[in-house]
């Protein structure tokens, strides 16, 4: 089969079921397939309408294995910027998303849609995971910052951007059109929402000078709807607390904090049977929980979304769709055992629409 009868053979299999979905005749179907059959006769490629991208991204929320948040799928904010051309105006669609998607904390789940790949050229690229992300800094003695953003702090620095060296400088953002050489953008500080961590009950803990961003805002991975890929697609929901508190603030290999919190608590470190770790890190993601609601900015307990998670199951069944997921994604890192989810077995068959992960550009084979 070749790549025109593949795309064919996926744009017919989602325009039918885009369509079935939104309730449209058949008659409206075979004529829109029809239409498509022809563009890609003539030019090896289609053009979803707007119609078609929003609920082709909102089908792929829904198809997303590894995400817990699906209840919410139907409520995605669409931004369709396939028309922009250059890297400022695509650097400047990037700042009205974390605008629109921080909303001043009450965080609404949104994508922005750039210039999908047309006949096997890539015409938008973000290098950046997140549009919003700490840089990391490796020292002699230490890590300062994100460990996680080192490779691409260090492409970042190539590129003649400079950091303040703080463990929470917010790095630019990175754009790449047409495969020329990318442009970075600072993003303004004023439109980045951070919060401060306290803890309810333990006064010291502010002394450790934790703050997180408000919205995660995945920017490296690939959307793909009826074979048409678009490599530029960010986009975002709220955060689970263990995002942040048992894994981005907990991780040994991140910002490594529950040594440290735990011997602020007092805590017997000197063997893993006191579970030390354990006690640090429920309290750490009490700390976070406690500071987003504090700060007013949209955020979920794992217990909660685990909940939201049953429900899209059951919804999903009445619609009589099939729920596939990631059951080592879908466990929360902070007592799985206590949610439903850990006692289920799920189908981790990939689903299109969805969200595939992509080669970091700035990372060598």
């Not at 050489?181 to 006064?203: A, G, Y």
């Not at 440290?260 to 030390?276: Q, R, Y």
């Not at 994604?329 to 949610?339: D, G, Q």
Request: charged share 25%; with cysteine; glycine share 4%.
């Amino acid at each position: 089969m070749n790549s025109r009868e593949q795309l064919w053979k996926e744009a017919e299999t989602f325009i039918r079921n885009c369509y079935k979905e939104l309730a449209k005749s058949d008659i409206d179907t075979e004529r829109r397939l029809q239409e498509i059959k022809a563009e890609i006769e003539a030019n090896g490629f289609y053009e979803h309408t707007y119609e078609e991208l929003e609920h082709g991204a909102r089908m792929a929320w829904r198809n997303s294995n590894r995400c817990i948040g699906r209840l919410f799928w139907q409520t995605l904010h669409v931004f369709d910027a396939r028309h922009l051309e250059t890297e400022e105006e695509i650097a400047e669609s990037l700042l009205q998303h974390i605008e629109f998607a921080t909303n001043k904390g009450k965080i609404r789940p949104a994508i922005t849609v750039f210039k999908p790949v047309e006949n096997g050229v890539e015409n938008v690229r973000i290098w950046n995971h997140q549009l919003i992300r700490y840089a990391g800094y490796e020292t002699e003695h230490r890590v300062i910052g994100d460990s996680s953003s080192i490779s691409f702090t260090k492409a970042c620095e190539r590129m003649g951007w400079k950091g303040e060296r703080t463990h929470f400088d917010i790095l630019p953002l990175v754009i790449q059109v047409k495969g020329r050489k990318p442009k970075w953008f600072e993003i303004p500080k004023n439109i980045i929402l951070e919060v401060p961590i306290e803890h309810p009950e333990f006064s010291w803990f502010q002394d450790l000078q934790l703050k997180w961003y408000a919205v995660p805002i995945i920017s490296d991975m690939c959307l793909e709807i009826g074979g048409i890929r678009y490599t530029a697609a960010p986009f975002n929901g709220w955060y689970m607390e263990t995002e942040i508190g048992a894994r981005n603030f907990a991780d040994d290999y991140r910002y490594n904090m529950l040594p440290k919190i735990a011997s602020c608590m007092g805590l017997d470190m000197s063997t893993n049977a006191t579970l030390w770790k354990d006690k640090a890190l429920i309290e750490l993601n009490i700390a976070v929980l406690h500071s987003y609601k504090k700060a007013g900015v949209s955020i979920v307990d794992h217990h909660t979304a685990a909940q939201q998670f049953k429900l899209f199951e059951q919804k999903e069944q009445q619609a009589c769709r099939h729920v596939t997921g990631d059951w080592t994604w879908l466990i929360p890192p902070v007592s799985p055992a206590t949610t439903h989810i850990f006692h289920k077995n799920y189908d981790n068959t990939t689903v299109t629409p969805n969200y595939f992960y992509q080669k970091r550009p700035y990372e060598k084979a």
